[in-house]
């Protein structure tokens, strides 16, 4: 059975198909439980994410100085979010790029 949150997800994505040129093409539908959404999406994740945005690091390196943190600390959650879909990063020889692809990044909260 489908509760109302996983009907609006639904009908979003057969908007989006069946009128492909009124929806972004680059969105992204996470659908969540609230323990999964709040491991997954930390203050310090979404930093990140906020930071790959606005200042569009060329490396792994380069953003780990941007938030202050140890470089492994934040190539783990690199790897983490781009498990989730939310971010790629884009191996030029030895150097990794984090990149955001998605215009719309949509999470349903339950209510």
């Known amino acids: ?8 997800v639904s009908r979003m994505i057969d908007f989006a198909l069946e009128k492909p040129e009124l929806s972004p093409s ?3 539908v996470i659908n969540l ?4 959404l709040e491991k997954v999406l930390t ?8 930071e790959i945005r606005e200042k569009k690091p060329k490396s792994v390196g380069e953003l ?3 938030v202050k943190r140890p470089i492994e600390s934040v190539s783990r959650d690199l790897g983490l ?3 989730y879909g ?10 990794k790029k984090p990149e955001i692809e ?8 339950k209510a």
């Open 1 to 8: 059975m489908m509760d109302r949150t996983d009907r609006m």
């Open 26 to 28: 680059r969105v992204l």
């Open 33 to 36: 439980s609230k323990g999964t």
């Open 43 to 50: 203050p310090s994740r979404m930093e990140l994410v906020r």
């Open 64 to 66: 780990a100085r941007l």
């Open 81 to 83: 979010l781009e498990n």
């Open 86 to 95: 939310l971010l790629s990063l884009v191996r030029t020889g030895k150097v």
């Open 102 to 109: 998605k215009d719309v990044l949509m999470i349903p909260l």
